[in-house]
């Protein structure tokens, strides 16, 4: 570091040179040979210091990995409510993996549940994590099934794309992240395309993909996912009790057989490279309530408590008897305080 400040301080001696002897004492192509000379050698040591230089332009896995688990965590503990199995299933999952120097595979997490209840949040807070622009970084790439692959009869040409894809940006940055939404409108075995990448190979054509990230967004599995939340409640539990072992292995099978869905009869499960299938339950109530408050706070006003319960209770819940859990999450709550307030 000190060769490097030295650099600069003589490139900034150089620039001030001219101005501090006679003139006609210095020859001016020997003095701008000089000072271009000094710069360059300043600018190399700059650009050879990776935290300067990523302080200044963003670099591929911005943030070490103890500062990029911890964010994650408190963003999830502050910003996600009721989903107590994605919180710690999704913090343990993706610090184990930037802290491990020799993963053997990349890291695939397949997120299920109903609209509204977070995925595209989690997934949103893990680019965060990770990466400072979150979601606008270079380094992070999101695919959504209706706008990208539309069209069945061009499946071929979407698997070509996405290796292509997925192959040059790994390439580029090895701590990829890969989002995948609307898995269930997904058309069955394009996922398929990726599978090669996301197994246990050390390289493929000179590439090593096992410091990727990737996450599959999906409602499929819901109607399991609130099948054994139902359960629960009818039989005295909370929904704290519930644990990964309870769900995981039924929604992998749920999602493996649905027809509807981009993972039927996928390799990808089959072959067991999906690393965690993790639930998102269905929002009560009180979870509805938490979010407008987030939501209202956000945008600078003070908490009508009043406010809060009437648009919880503008929401539709199911099952039609019981009205145990919001059937849209969280998800219209942004445009219903519109109502409320003059934004």
Not at 178 to 183: L, Q, R, W
Not at 191 to 215: H, M, N, T
Not at 281 to 297: S, T
Not at 321 to 326: G, K, N, P
């Amino acid at each position: 570091m000190k060769l490097r400040r030295g650099a600069l301080r003589a490139a900034l001696a150089l620039v001030l040179l001219p101005l501090l002897t006679p003139a006609g004492a210095v020859e001016p192509i020997s003095v701008g040979l000089a000072i271009a000379g000094a710069a360059a050698s300043a600018l190399t040591g700059f650009i050879s210091y990776p935290r300067i230089y990523c302080y200044f332009r963003e670099c591929c896995l911005q943030r070490h990995e103890p500062r990029a688990a911890a964010a994650l965590q408190q963003n999830l503990d502050k910003k996600l409510f009721g989903q107590h199995l994605v919180s710690k299933v999704v913090v343990k999952a993706v610090r184990s993996f930037l802290n491990n120097t020799n993963a053997k595979k990349p890291l695939a997490l397949s997120l299920h549940g109903w609209t509204g209840t977070g995925k595209n949040f989690v997934s949103k807070i893990v680019a965060e994590s990770i990466y400072k622009k979150g979601l606008q970084s270079k380094y992070v790439h999101q695919f959504v099934a209706t706008l990208h692959f539309p069209h069945a009869h061009s499946i071929n040409l979407y698997k070509d794309q996405l290796q292509s894809w997925i192959r040059g940006n790994v390439s580029i940055c090895p701590r990829s992240l890969f989002i995948f939404d609307e898995m269930d409108k997904m058309h069955a075995g394009l996922i398929d395309s990726i599978k090669p990448f996301l197994d246990y190979y050390e390289l493929l054509d000179g590439v090593s993909y096992r410091q990727a990230i990737f996450i599959f967004l999906s409602n499929a599995g819901a109607e399991k996912i609130t099948e054994v939340a139902l359960d629960f409640w009818r039989n005295g539990r909370t929904r704290e009790d519930i644990q990964l072992t309870d769900i995981q292995n039924a929604l992998s099978v749920s999602v493996f057989n649905n027809k509807n869905s981009g993972f039927w009869h996928s390799t990808l499960i089959d072959r067991n490279l999906i690393d965690y299938f993790i639930p998102f339950l269905p929002l009560e109530y009180k979870h509805v309530k938490m979010c407008v408050r987030v939501e209202i706070e956000s945008r600078g006003y003070a908490v009508d408590e009043d406010i809060v319960s009437r648009i919880a209770e503008e929401m539709t819940y199911f099952p039609r008897e019981e009205r145990i859990y919001s059937d849209k999450g969280c998800k219209t709550v942004d445009a219903k305080l519109d109502y409320y307030y003059d934004f």
